[in-house]
């Protein structure tokens, strides 16, 4: 049987996720009525409730609404009680430490893949965290090696409707995207080629502890200082460090994808 859903409960979640998906933008109550098709009365009770307990946060005109600082508690928690998390994090630094490459942790959820960590290169600092971003599984090495993992069938729950293109480079038809995934198999891990951030080039593997996989760890290099030599090198450094976490890291259950 089926959880009946609860309406009030659905739509404050939309509209956190709204919120919260719009990064540095808020927005006004007009806006988020007709983005979440609400009634502009029902969503302005909603929203000064959610401002009340601090899930919500609004200028001081009161008529622009960002997520608030209760979400951020909320994200931190969840990095802090991950049991994955926790012990790939040191593979990550092993990684930064022997290649000085920018790595990043990841997780598949729905048609997105969230940054759950990052290493940075000491050659190329970002001015923003990833960690807790999102950004679509079609368009990104870690994705990509996810998406891989899985048949068909499985990929629809993985697809937007609509696979909009983030750079002139980016996969936006589904026949294309599994030609690269067949590519992905057969090579054992994923490229972004520039398809998020011209001038960047990623490289992603699927970790195994998980069926199917949900998490992967990735690196992104400028194109400028990478050659067909430095490739090699850091993918083989990536898979042997897959094979030594498979080996390692216990499956907890619970993960599913």
Known sequence: MGVREVKSAARTVELLEYLAARRNRPARLRELSDALGVPRSSLHALLRTLVKYGWVRAD?????????????????S??????YLAQIVPFL??????????????????PDVVYLA????????????RVGRRLPAYS??????????????????????????????????????????DRTRKRGYAIDEQENSIGLRCYAVALHYADPPVDAISVS??????????ELEVV??????????????????????
Do not use: C, W
Not at 93 to 107: A, C, I, P, Q, S
């Open 60 to 76: 001081s005109s009161g008529s622009l609404y960002g997520i608030g600082i209760r979400a951020l508690l909320a994200g931190t």
């Open 236 to 257: 083989d450094i990536m898979r042997q460090m897959r094979d030594r976490i498979t080996r390692i890291v216990n499956p907890l259950g619970g993960l599913s994808g």
């Open 78 to 83: 969840y990095l802090d009680t991950d049991p």
């Open 140 to 181: 990104t090495a870690l994705g990509k090696s996810l998406l891989a993992e899985r048949g068909p069938a499985q990929l629809d729950g993985h697809l937007p409707e609509t696979m909009e293109a983030l750079t002139r480079y980016t996969i936006t038809s589904r026949a294309a995207l599994e030609a690269e995934l």
């Open 93 to 110: 630094e092993e990684l930064r430490e022997k290649v000085d490459e920018t790595f990043h942790f990841g997780r598949i959820d729905g």
């Open 118 to 129: 990052t290493r940075e290169s000491s050659q190329y600092l970002r001015p923003y965290s």
């Open 221 to 230: 290099i400028p194109l400028a200082r990478l050659s067909t030599e430095r």
